[in-house]
């Protein structure tokens, strides 16, 4: 679940708990729905933010080294880049 789609739980609980006139829907408590939306939008949230961060930025390594061209006796700087 992305941070966009707790987001949208959230909203969606606020407005079934909170918004709605109780006994709108019947047999159903909409009121126990939307904090069950709630809790289970603020807890995706929380996933996605550590998981967010947890993987950090990744950062690009590059290695520049002379070569000779064994046909010409040219030197040559190549360079090797690779993520970290």
Same mark, same amino acid.
């Given at each position: 679940?992305?941070?966009?789609? =707790?987001?949208?739980?959230?909203?969606?609980?606020?407005? &079934?708990?909170?918004?709605?006139?109780?006994?709108?829907?019947?047999?159903?408590?909409? /009121?126990? !729905?939307?904090?069950?939306?709630?809790? !289970?939008?603020?807890?995706? &949230?929380?996933? =996605?933010?550590?998981?967010?961060? =947890?993987?950090?930025?990744?950062?690009?390594?590059?290695?520049?080294?002379?070569?000779?061209?064994?046909? /010409?006796?040219?030197?040559? /700087?190549?360079?090797? /880049?690779?993520?970290?």
């Amino acid at each position: 679940m992305g941070i966009g789609a =707790s987001i949208f739980l959230i909203a969606v609980g606020a407005i &079934l708990a909170f918004a709605i006139t109780p006994g709108l829907i019947p047999y159903v408590d909409q /009121t126990l !729905v939307g904090y069950i939306l709630i809790g !289970v939008g603020v807890l995706g &949230l929380i996933i =996605s933010l550590v998981m967010m961060l =947890s993987s950090g930025p990744r950062r690009r390594v590059s290695e520049a080294r002379q070569v000779v061209d064994p046909d /010409t006796g040219e030197r040559i /700087t190549r360079r090797d /880049t690779r993520e970290v």
